[in-house]
Each structure stands twice: as C-alpha cells, then as structure tokens.
C-alpha cells in the first residue's frame, strides 16, 4: 500500500542512482510537490529534468534550498561532511519545520559529521539507509521501482522528533520500502556483515584472481561460481572505498570473524576432515536454503510464520465416508529422539520414516546450530552424523523450538551436562507451558537455569556445571520430565533414578538401549549410570498412533467405515486409544504385527460398530494423553456417557484441551460437564439404528486456539455433523501431520483450507 508524502518542496541533494530513483519513484507514486535536486555536475541535473523526473536544479546549494520542506541528503558518505556544512549554513532559509534525512550507507560516521556540522544531530534530522542499490550509477539509471519491497532503515535518535521520523517513513513507504527502525550501532554492525564484508571479498577475490593471470586469460573459462560470486566487485569503486573508511570499526570486526571462520575450514581441508567440512557446508547450505525461503516465503518457518498471519482455516462439509488403506506420518516422539540420540553417538545415525513437521524439524535444526552435520529429510530419510557425548558446539543464538514441548523439556535435560550457555526459546503457545518441571529436578541435580516468571520459557541455561545423579519422584506422569532427566543423566556423576506414578511412553529408555546404553527397569522406576557413549544404530520410525488416532475415531463414527491404517506404532505405552476405543465397542483389529528397532508396529484395521460411552480407566490416561481430543469426539458420538477423570494434565498441553474441546462441543451442542481434571460427554449415539448416518451435532465456528490437535478433532467431528464446521487457527497441523488435508481427503473427509490475510 503505498502512503502519501505530504510535502510541498522536496529538495534531493546528489543527483545519482539513489537520489534520483528517489525522484523516479515519487513521480511514479504520483507526488504532486516539486522536486528540486543540487548536485555538483551540471549535466547530471540537466538530465534528471529531462527524464522528467525534477522540476529543476543547480549545482549551488543556497540556490535551491529556498521554501524546501525535505532535505534529503543522497552524496557519497565522504562527501557528507561537506554538504552538511553547508547545509548547516542556509537551512533557515528553508520552510519552517523542515525535516533532513539522509541515505548514507553507514550512520555512526554520518552521525558524528551531523553532529559537527550542526552542534548536535537535530530533532529534525531522521539518519536513514535505504537498503537498495545496483552496480550501474548516475541518474540515467534511475529506477522507479529500486525500493519496491526493500528495506529501508531508519536510526532515529532518543530526541529525534516523532512527526519528522513519521514524515520520513511516509516518503519511503510511498516508494514501496519496507521501513524499520534500528540504532545507529547496531545498523553499522548488521551493514558491515550482510553488505559490506560480502563486497570486500568480491572485489578482493576478483582483484587477486586477476593479478595472477595478467592477461585475464583465466575470466574466459569463468562460469556459474565465479560470476554469481562477483557480480558485486562491478559497484562504484569510490562509493566502496568511502564505506570502509566510514564503517571501519564494524567492517573489520566483521572481517575477523570471517578470517576465523575461513582458517577453520582451510584445517578440515587441509586434514582432509570430511565431517568438519560436511558440517560447515551442510549448515550453510541448510542457513541458505532457509534464508533464501524466508525470502520467498516458502520454507516451513516462513510458511508457519505466514500461515499465523494469515490465519489458516479448516471449512469441512458435513457428512463423508471413510474407507481406503492409508499411513500417517512418523512419530513425533521418536523422531526428535532419534535427532538428539543420533547426534549425540559416535557414528552415523541413519533414520527412515523421520516426521518431517515443525516440531522435529525444529529439533533437527537446534543441532545442526551445536554444529551437528544432518543430511536431509529427504522423503523421511535423515543421516544424522553423530559428534559423541562431548562432541556439541556452543549455537550462536538462542535455539527455537517453535510449539515444541518435546524439543524444549528434553533439550534442557541435554543441555545442563553441556559446556556451554544455551537458551531455549519457542511460540507464543510454548512460551505459556510450565518449564518448572524439568527445571526443577534438573536444579536438584546441579544445573543452573533461569526461566521466566513462573517457570516458563524462555529457559537460560548455563553450562559447565558439574551434574550429580539422583533419585526423582515425579509428580505428574509425564514422559518429557522423564526423558529430560536421563538425558541430563547421561552427564551426572552416579546414578541417575526416575520414579513414575504411572507408565508413561518409553521411548528415550528403548532407544537408549539400542544405542548400546544401559538403561534399567524395576517396577515404576527406571535408571541409568552417567558418564557412558553412545553408539550410532539405525532407525525406523513407525507411523505416529497420535496421528492415527484421528482416522481411527473418524471411522470408529462414521457407518460403512473400512479403513486400514499401516505400520503404526503401537508400543504398550501409546496404546491407550486402541484400549479406549475396543472398550466403547470398536471394531478395531491389529495385524501384520512386528517389531522394527525396537519398537513394536502393526497395521490397524478398523470398521464401523456402534460405539457406547464408558468410564476411561484411570491408568489409561497416560498411555493416551495425546488423544483425549479425539476421543472426545467418538464420546460424543457414543451412546450414553463417558466419564473422563485424572486427566488434568490436559489442561497444559498446547492449549488447554479440557477447555477448548468444551468450548467446542458447546459450539456444536454436544452436552457436557466440565471438571477440573476431566470431563463428561452426553453422546448422541445411533437413535434411528445402527447403521444410521444420522447427525449427532450441529455445525459451527470452532477456535482452536492454535493446537494442532483441537483442529483435527473438529475437522473428524464434522463427519457426524448436521452443519458445516469452521475451524480457526489451523495453521499448527503441521507442527505434527503434514499432510492431514490430503489424507483426510482421500478417505473421503470434504474438507478445505482458507488463509484469511487479515487475521481471523
Ligand atoms: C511426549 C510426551 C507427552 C506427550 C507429548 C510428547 C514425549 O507429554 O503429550 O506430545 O515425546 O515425550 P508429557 O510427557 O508431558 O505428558
């Protein structure tokens, strides 16, 4: 949306690309005020009035600079100093409440010519820096559309008026930029990294490469690298050189870090370290690939990003059949283990069936930042090239998790027996979840980490304190505090002992073993000694029964349902949804059962039967804490009540379920009593027969609030529905089921997805 520029006489000093691509872009904007220019060629000014692009010029400044209104200063950062003194001198006669701005490519040196040339860097000066260029110069190459979708910052200091930093952005937004803020230190840092050093290397490597072949001969057989490399050591050589002298500090600080960078990848090569060098490229070509997808927004965090922006929504039709042989994507919970296990072992982890959602592609991403080589995914395929116990990197910044509580409560196990500092940060979402219970125990065992008020994310943990073992009593069932402290076990001097209240997932123990660690049981407690390695051992990850268990109740509900739903993992400790459903009279069958690196998988064959409410056993709970949203919805489609109890650990997950799947059966008229720790559901049953696909419910508008699983509960529901379900904030499906549109279509769910760019 481009603004108006409310100004009667824009005065642009500096004749060139910039500034007059400034004038180009304004006409093109349609601003009806005058455009003067001052610039010291002649020739310069007298083309800009016949591009059309100024009203008129001189090459004096006190003959332009009557009744301007903006100043904007577009001369090479040396010659600053010089027109700004002069500017200093005849300002007065320009309009009053004139506002100055600039377009130097480095501010701390333009600040401190500001400052001499005025006394001080005036209210009315806004510093700025259009981020936009070409290697051509002079105003014949002015582009109208130069700033289109560009950034331009702007530095404003503490006293800097705010009605001439607003009438600023207003110029640059009728150009089409992007207008930020930044200070001025800070701008000279980023400048130095992102523009500045990537230049001096272009014309160095050019200016080096053509010294050696005096004759040029070598440019002749130069392609692809070498000119996409390059292309930038074609800029304006003295526009260069003022830079650097202007950003010196910035740009060799800059130049340091490189230089170390450069020297640490000249010893892999010349030690002939394969793996070092496969994880510097393997990571910069991952950092590429996402930064080139931020910039077209398409990668997943871009897509994610976008998606919350532009609210994603689920519209489902009622009614739809469901029948076919389908296969869920790779467990979650398995698939962030086999990343953080994989790097950890000496050796390479090769892993099939990884999930490639957000949630474990976080978790595949935190490492390849503690300088882990990780090749893929590649179609569920990852090779995960361990570094040992020891072997982890101090990440550069804080590691996101994204919606991750896996990521985040195991991580901070993994990190406390670390070296280094980490922070832990995630969504808005994560950023609500209780931390204190990992951080707790982890702080009985030495740790040091700070979270923020009341225990919550970010989690700042400081390395390099030594870790004892202990004994825990867990409070709550719950597999991430287990998991996170014999993680953090690994790292602990003795023996460290977990207690469970009641069974929960064992993944972490079953892949611990086959990594070739000891882990043991007895009764509720499990254990393990510190201070041992792990071995890289191949992984194949089942299908995710969480994700599953969507299309099993869809069918569980839906008359003349056949569904098969292939090697799913039904490991004792997930099992409690195939519990729950056989107990309220689901015709659900396993076969083809085996065991894949030791896990337990089989194909689930399931057709519909009339289902009856039930009281859900109490030990069940843990064993199906994911899949109470779901199975709220076969309970409203059951005959008679289900009673849920003990289940208060919901009320923590991604939202709170226990409120939100209420809300939402409010919405579609199901009756209900909500408890603190549960819930009981009047179902609707089959009043007109068995085999009757009469609706259970009405339609309606369902928020949910974000949670992946909510989302696909309602989108299930709407199979027994009497009116299309609208569901809000769709967008975190695919933290966990990439996919779950199409599949869900192809069994015959009629289902669409809507971006509402405003926001819902
Ligand atoms: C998980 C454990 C469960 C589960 C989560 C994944 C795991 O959480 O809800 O989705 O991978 O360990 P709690 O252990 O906190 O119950």
């Known amino acids: 949306m481009q603004a108006s520029v409310d100004e009667d006489r824009i005065l642009i000093v500096g004749l060139g690309l ?62 600053m100093e010089s027109v700004m003194t002069q500017l200093a001198s005849v300002i007065h006669r320009a309009a009053p409440g004139v506002v100055i701005t600039d377009v130097g490519s480095t501010k701390a040196a333009i600040r401190d010519v500001a400052r001499r040339a005025f006394g001080r860097v005036p209210p009315h000066l806004v510093l700025g820096h259009p981020i936009a260029g070409s290697e051509k110069s002079g105003v014949a190459a002015a582009n109208p559309a130069l700033y289109v979708n560009h950034k331009v910052i702007l530095t404003p200091e503490s006293d800097t008026d705010p009605a001439a930093l607003a009438r600023v952005r207003a110029l640059w937004a009728a150009c089409g930029a992007e207008v930020l803020e930044m200070d001025v230190v800070r701008h000279d840092q980023v400048l130095a990294r992102t523009s ?57 600080a800059s130049l340091d870090d490189f230089e170390t960078g450069v020297g640490r990848l000249r010893r892999a090569v010349e030690r002939g370290d394969g793996d070092a060098m496969l994880a510097i490229f393997d990571r910069a070509s991952h950092a590429r690939h996402y930064f080139e997808s931020l910039l077209n927004q398409t990668s997943y965090q871009a897509e994610y990003q976008m998606q919350q922006h532009g609210k994603l929504r689920y519209r489902v039709t009622p009614g739809g059949g469901v029948t076919g042989r389908i296969r869920v994507p790779g467990d979650k919970s398995i698939s962030h283990r086999s990343i953080m296990l ?4 000496e050796g390479v982890t090769e892993v099939k069936g990884f999930l490639e959602g957000e949630d474990s592609l976080a978790t595949l991403q935190a490492f390849r930042e503690m300088g882990v080589a990780i090749e893929g995914p590649h179609q569920g395929r990852v090779t995960v090239h361990g570094v040992g116990m020891h072997g982890l990197k101090a990440p550069s910044g804080p ?19 670390q070296a280094f500092d980490t922070e832990l940060t995630g969504d808005a979402s994560l950023t609500k979840r209780p931390m204190g219970r990992v951080a707790d125990p982890l702080r009985l065992m030495g740790a040091e980490i700070d979270t923020a008020e009341g225990g919550r994310p970010p989690l700042r943990i400081h390395g390099g304190k030594p870790l004892q073992g202990i004994t825990y009593d867990m409070p709550m069932a719950s597999a991430q505090v287990k998991s996170c402290l014999l993680l953090a076990g690994l790292y602990a001097e003795g023996e460290t002992r977990v207690r469970e209240p009641a069974p929960t997932r064992d993944h972490t ?53 056949d569904l098969v739903l292939e090697h799913v993992g039904i490991n004792p400790t997930r099992i409690g949804v195939i519990n729950i459903l056989q107990l309220m009279g689901a015709d659900l069958r396993l076969t083809n059962e085996h065991e894949v690196g030791g896990e337990p998988v089989a194909d689930l064959h399931i057709r519909y039967a009339p289902l009856k409410g039930i009281d859900i056993p109490v030990e069940q709970v843990p064993l199906a804490i994911d899949e109470f949203p779901a199975l709220f919805i076969a309970a409203a489609n059951a005959e008679g009540v289900t009673r849920l109890r003990g289940a208060e650990e919901l009320r923590v997950k991604e939202s709170d379920r226990l409120q939100a799947m209420a809300d939402g059966l409010a919405t579609l008229g199901v009756e209900h009593t909500l408890l603190p720790d549960g819930i009981d559901i009047v179902g609707g049953g089959n009043p007109e027969g068995a085999n009757s696909s009469s609706p259970n419910y009405g339609g309606g508008r369902i928020d949910s609030l974000g949670d992946h699983r909510i989302a696909m509960s309602f989108a299930i529901a709407a199979l027994r529905a009497g009116g299309e379900i609208v569901i809000d904030d769709c967008a975190n499906v695919s933290t966990s089921f990439p996919g779950f549109i199409d599949l869900a279509r192809r069994v015959g769910l009629s289902l669409d997805e809507e971006r509402d760019e405003e926001g819902a």
């Open 509 to 561: 123990e079953r892949m611990l073993a086959g990594f070739g660690y000891e882990v043991h049981r007895e009764g509720d407690t499990c254990w393990l000694q510190g201070g041992g390695k792990l071995t890289a051992a191949p992984i194949d990850v089942p299908s995710d029964i969480s994700s599953a268990t969507f299309f099993l109740v869809a069918a569980a509900i839906t008359p003349g349902s």
């Open 399 to 417: 590691l996101y998790v994204g919606n991750a509580g896996t990521a985040m409560r195991l991580f901070a196990g993994l990190l406390a027996g």
């Open 18 to 79: 910039i500034g007059g691509s400034l004038a180009a872009a304004l006409r093109a904007a349609g601003f009806r005020g005058a455009i003067h220019s001052c610039d010291p060629n002649p020739d310069e000014i007298a083309r800009g009035i016949e591009m059309g692009l100024i009203d008129g010029g001189d090459t004096r400044l006190e003959a332009v600079i009557d009744g301007a209104t903006l100043v904007v200063l577009a001369v090479p950062v040396l010659a």
């Open 342 to 345: 994989g790097a950890l072992a």
């Open 196 to 252: 500045h050093l990537p230049h001096l290397l272009a014309f160095s490597l050019v200016d080096t490469l053509a010294r050696q072949d005096e004759r040029l001969e070598i440019f002749r057989y130069a392609a692809g690298g070498f000119r996409d490399f390059t292309r930038i050591a074609g800029s304006d050589p003295v526009m260069w050189r003022d830079i650097f002298i202007a950003n010196r500090d910035a740009v060799l």
